[in-house]
């Protein structure tokens, strides 16, 4: 595969992963997700994790995935690149994973004292993509073998880091998010 083969296939593929945090910060508010809950003297996981951002952003990217997947014959000839459309499982498991990976890094940064939009420079940046990887991978093994082959994994772990933080601090110009993170 050519070095731009490889770098379009892992910003598809990782699409669906990247679109659910940010329609959470849209839509969330309501209830969290740890109902008020504390341990050991802190938050579960917060306020800033709740239960409509999660369900809202879950079902957005794992509409965008399937939206993708309509699309993904003219976009293939658009590139010259064979990309992977997306089995729904497939799209349920980036879009979910990439949630519960922010999720679980929550659950990290009150563990360790951190407040509510505390920064946590690396997890901050690659928690959803831990978690929609490892997501992805135990709901569709194959498909995600076929598709995050070793190149693809690299550009992935590279480039994400670099997309959130020019995203982040975009919807922190633009009025959306409260910290640049
Ligand atoms: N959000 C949500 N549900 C989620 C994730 C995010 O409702 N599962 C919304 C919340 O309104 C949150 C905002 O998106 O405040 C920004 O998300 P994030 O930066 O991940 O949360 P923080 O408020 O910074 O909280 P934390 O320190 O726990 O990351
Ligand atoms: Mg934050």
Redesign the pocket.
């Known amino acids: 595969m050519s070095m731009l083969g490889v770098v379009v296939t892992a910003v598809w593929a990782m699409l669906p992963a990247y679109v659910p945090?940010n329609v959470?910060?849209?839509?969330?508010?309501?209830k969290p997700?740890d109902g008020g809950q504390t341990l050991g003297g802190r938050r579960v996981?917060?306020?800033?994790?709740?239960?409509?951002?999660?369900v809202v952003?879950t079902a957005a990217g794992l509409a965008l995935a399937l939206l993708l997947s309509d699309i993904t014959p003219a976009m293939s000839s658009l590139v010259g690149h064979q990309l992977p459309t997306f089995p729904p499982v497939a799209g349920l498991g980036l879009a979910f994973g990439a949630?519960l990976g922010?999720?679980a890094?929550?659950f990290l940064?009150?563990r360790t004292g951190?407040?509510?939009?505390?920064a946590?420079p690396g997890l901050?940046q690659l928690d959803f993509v831990v978690g929609a990887l490892a997501c992805v991978w135990v709901l569709a093994p194959g498909w995600t073998e076929m598709t995050f082959t070793t190149p693809v994994l690299v550009v992935v772990l590279v480039l994400t880091p670099l997309l959130h933080v020019l995203t982040?601090v975009a919807a922190y110009a633009g009025g959306l998010?409260?910290?640049p993170?």
């Open positions: 945090n959470a910060v849209l839509v969330g508010g309501g997700i996981l917060g306020d800033g994790k709740t239960r409509r951002g999660t952003g949630m922010d999720i890094a929550s940064k009150r951190r407040e509510r939009g505390a946590f901050d982040n998010k409260d910290e993170w």
